[in-house]
């Protein structure tokens, strides 16, 4: 099947540790995004990537980093800079051309402590 | 600059009514995208539909039906005779065209849904 997957689920970590959230796709799809929610909020984009090798910051970019060394994959890293890092992290990929719906994993809930 | 408002926070209807999504856009492009997602418990968003800034056609999928009026700058969703399985939290998203020919998504801060027995 087509998709998308975020592991782990759950996630929890200790202050002033970096974390990395994964996602990979199989959908052939080029651009992916990293996006974030906070409870009872929509959703912010935190970076997104167009194409392999290249990647630009959302509105929210401050305190996380990306990569995009294949097609499939779109690790993101919470750092240690990041201030409020507990929060609800959702992968999303989608065609650059054509009708420009997102597709959604199922997300990864992190808590830091 | 681009905004989508959803203004009600939260709906509680009881089985089998009709219930209304408001969704209201704001946007300094002529050409443009218009989108809901559904998000129930689970987490995943789900998408539901994409509308262009060019059809303004009314749009019903079973018991699904959106409202797209540019006079207005809104995109409402309507679901009939609701059911439990309903009960999510719904989000109106707008394109967002970037400099480098890239898009984003600009999304309302959600409706939640509750369909009660």
């Known amino acids: 099947d087509g998709g998308i997957t975020q592991s782990p689920k759950y996630l929890f970590r200790k202050e002033g540790q970096n974390v990395t959230l994964s996602c990979e796709q199989n959908?052939?799809?080029?651009?992916m995004y990293w996006y974030r929610q906070d409870p009872g909020q929509g959703l912010r984009l935190i970076y997104y990537?167009?194409?392999?090798?290249?990647?630009q910051k959302g509105d929210i970019a401050e305190g996380y980093s990306v990569s995009r060394e294949k097609k499939e994959s779109f690790p993101l890293t919470v750092t240690s800079a990041q201030k409020n890092p507990t929060a609800f992290y959702l992968c999303?990929?989608?065609?650059?051309?054509?009708?420009?719906?997102?597709?959604f994993g199922p997300g990864t809930r992190l808590t830091v402590t | 600059a681009q905004k989508v408002t959803q203004a009600q926070t939260e709906i509680s209807v009881v089985e089998k009514e009709d219930v209304t999504l408001d969704c209201v856009y704001e946007?300094?492009?002529?050409?443009?995208?218009l989108f809901w997602y559904k998000q129930p418990p689970s987490g995943e968003l789900v998408f539901l539909i994409r509308?262009?800034?060019?059809?303004?056609q009314n749009e019903i999928s079973g018991r699904y039906s959106w409202n797209f009026q540019k006079s207005t700058s809104s995109f409402n969703f309507t679901i009939t005779a609701s059911q439990v399985v309903d009960s999510a939290v719904y989000f109106c998203?707008?394109?967002?065209?970037?400099?480098?020919?890239?898009?984003?998504?600009?999304f309302g801060s959600g409706t939640r849904l509750l369909v009660r027995p």
């Open positions: 999303a990929s989608s065609l650059t051309t054509g009708y420009y719906e997102q597709y």
């Open positions: 959908l052939n799809h080029d651009a």
């Open positions: 990537s167009q194409i392999v090798n290249d990647f």
């Open positions: 946007t300094r492009d002529t050409t443009y995208y």
């Open positions: 509308r262009n800034s060019f059809d303004e």
């Open positions: 998203a707008l394109s967002e065209a970037g400099g480098d020919s890239s898009y984003k998504l600009i």
